[in-house]
């Protein structure tokens, strides 16, 4: 498998937002020549790590932490400095990276399910350096994309000033790497929300919804 070109291919798909819902459209298993532990990021709560096509290309493994896999961690980890020869997971594009958040790793003395694997996620893991950390404007994409998930969950007829203060904040740490018309989509956002029009604050958190989400996939 080549991963610079399915990276390629997954780029040229349409924009999640407007692509017929498949199930596990994005499912794959990837053969590993080589792999690189980089450890665990304890800010965000995941294990990294860079894994070699036998054809070319790198993709960086990433398992996030749950509570409702304790183990899972740890499982990864050891699967990962095993030597592990091939990687099944989900398949996506982020900052210019292929990234995998596998199901499955297939290690030389069999497979491992980190999501199945027993623990009390108690181990003490592998610091990652920072080549795991994540960079400013990925941090303020993700933050934007939290902010907006936070307002449908809550609804936004029930926001109140608490939740203006995170959208201004997001606005302007967007501004802040440059993204400037998102920031101003998140400006818009927190007036429509100071405001009793609630056709404003759809359509203000619609627009802002919908600029961070096709942001977050093509950054």
């Known amino acids: 498998t080549d991963f610079d070109a399915l990276a390629a291919d997954l780029g040229?798909?349409?924009?999640?937002?407007?692509?017929?819902r498949v199930a596990a459209e994005s499912l794959r298993v990837l053969a590993v020549a080589e792999?690189?532990?980089?450890?665990?990021?304890?800010?965000?709560?995941?294990?990294?790590?860079?894994v070699t096509g036998p054809d070319g290309g790198t993709a960086r493994v990433v398992v996030a932490h749950t509570p409702a896999a304790p183990g899972a961690l740890e499982a990864a980890e050891q699967a990962l400095n095993?030597?592990?020869?091939?990687?099944a997971?989900?398949?996506?594009?982020?900052r210019g990276e292929l990234i995998v958040e596998p199901t499955?790793?297939?290690t030389p003395d069999g497979p491992v399910v980190p999501d199945l694997a027993p623990g009390d996620d108690s181990a003490e893991l592998e610091a990652a350096g920072e080549s795991a950390a994540s960079e400013p404007v990925s941090a303020a994409i993700e933050d934007a994309v939290s902010v907006c998930?936070?307002?449908a969950h809550q609804g936004l007829r029930r926001s109140r000033e608490p939740s203006r203060v995170?959208?201004?904040?997001?606005?302007a740490a967007l501004?802040?790497?440059?993204?400037?018309?998102?920031?101003?989509?998140?400006?818009?956002l927190s007036i429509a929300l100071g405001n009793e029009d609630e056709a404003a604050k759809s359509a203000a958190w619609t627009a802002a919804a919908v600029r961070m989400l096709v942001t977050a996939e093509l950054h």
């Open 12 to 20: 040229e798909r349409p924009r999640a937002l407007v692509r017929p």
């Open 35 to 50: 792999t690189e532990l980089l450890g665990y990021d304890p800010a965000s709560q995941r294990l990294h790590a860079f």
């Open 82 to 87: 095993s030597g592990p020869l091939a990687v």
């Open 89 to 94: 997971g989900h398949l996506h594009r982020h």
């Open 104 to 106: 499955a790793i297939l």
């Open 149 to 151: 998930a936070d307002l």
């Open 166 to 171: 995170r959208v201004e904040a997001a606005a």
């Open 175 to 188: 501004n802040r790497v440059g993204l400037q018309r998102a920031a101003t989509d998140f400006v818009h």
